[in-house]
């Protein structure tokens, strides 16, 4: 079985750790983090392996894991190749939905082979991520002879591995942000206008998930455009106007989130096809 060592054991290391060592895929080995702490709170949540403090603590494995912030990657990864840990033929790879695998360039020096799996995932709980892995997708790319071993790594925790042209990263990381961490701050949003018509925050939440449920399962179930409702799918340009004004009136960074998603809202209503075409006109003076 082959030796895993892992740098910077967030939320992600310490899940996709975890499930390998359940699994019997990797032997967890050492793991270094930001602080001791992390690095002995990981170990503790993987069940497995040893918590080092320094780099130089760490003994030589087939794969390298390197899991910290996304701007810490390449230079833990030039500090990794730089202190002759690396072998010929190991394996370096990063779960970074932004950088590419040639970031990892150091380690392609040291005679080391790269690759990047980025799970298209929510990590908010490692607990939670652990337990719902099962089915994630994940977009991979890299050096053959990496993702020869990496990819059946992460099928036998039941993901569904995908490949990705590195070039194309920054799109596919910019949507995973708009669709997960962009949700959350569209809600917080919403949330914020339901306070300002007279809702406690409590009750607003409760209200408002019944729909938000609802519009996710249409989106997913009839798709984006038969799943349109509201006032800019029926036309209803003065709605619109009104809310609009007051939402300008009262904070204009709303307001401008309000325009910005109504102007894309147009284009699903345009092709849905139910509003007329004067109607739609005016909203489109209106939005953009």
């Not at 359940?22 to 930001?34: A, I, S």
């Not at 602080?35 to 990981?42: E, I």
């Not at 992460?154 to 997960?180: M, N, W």
């Not at 609009?244 to 102007?263: F, M, S, V």
């Amino acid at each position: 079985m082959r030796t895993l060592n892992i740098i910077g054991c967030g939320r992600v290391g310490r899940t996709l750790a975890s499930l390998w060592a359940e699994k019997h895929v990797f032997v967890v080995q050492d793991v270094l983090g930001g602080t001791p702490h992390s690095a002995r709170s990981a170990v503790a949540f993987i069940g497995g392996g040893r918590a080092v403090n320094w780099l130089e603590e760490m003994r030589a494995a087939d794969v390298w894991m390197l899991t910290p912030p996304d701007g810490k990657i390449v230079h833990g990864c030039e500090k990794l190749a730089q202190s002759a840990l690396l072998r010929r033929g190991d394996i370096v790879f990063h779960c970074s939905g932004a950088l590419a695998s040639a970031q990892l360039g150091a380690a392609v020096a040291a005679g080391a082979r790269v690759a990047s799996v980025h799970p298209l995932k929510s990590f908010a709980d490692p607990r939670d991520a652990a337990l719902t892995f099962t089915g994630t997708w994940c977009a991979a790319e890299g050096d053959r002879a990496a993702l020869d071993v990496l990819q059946p790594a992460f099928e036998s925790i039941g993901a569904r591995v995908s490949a990705i042209d590195p070039q194309c990263k920054t799109f596919y990381h910019a949507a995973s942000v708009l669709v997960c961490n962009g949700l959350a701050a569209l809600l917080e949003t919403g949330l914020r206008a339901y306070e300002k018509s007279g809702l406690a925050r409590e009750t607003a939440l409760v209200m408002m998930e019944p729909l938000v449920r609802e519009t996710v399962d249409n989106v997913f179930k009839l798709g984006t455009v038969k799943a349109l409702t509201g006032p800019i799918a029926r036309g209803d340009h003065a709605v619109v106007a009104r809310q609009l004004e007051a939402l300008t009136a009262w904070d204009a960074r709303i307001a401008a989130i309000y325009k910005a998603l109504g102007a894309v809202t147009l284009d699903l209503a345009r092709i849905q096809g139910e509003a007329d075409a004067e109607a739609l006109a005016q909203l489109k003076r209106l939005l953009i």
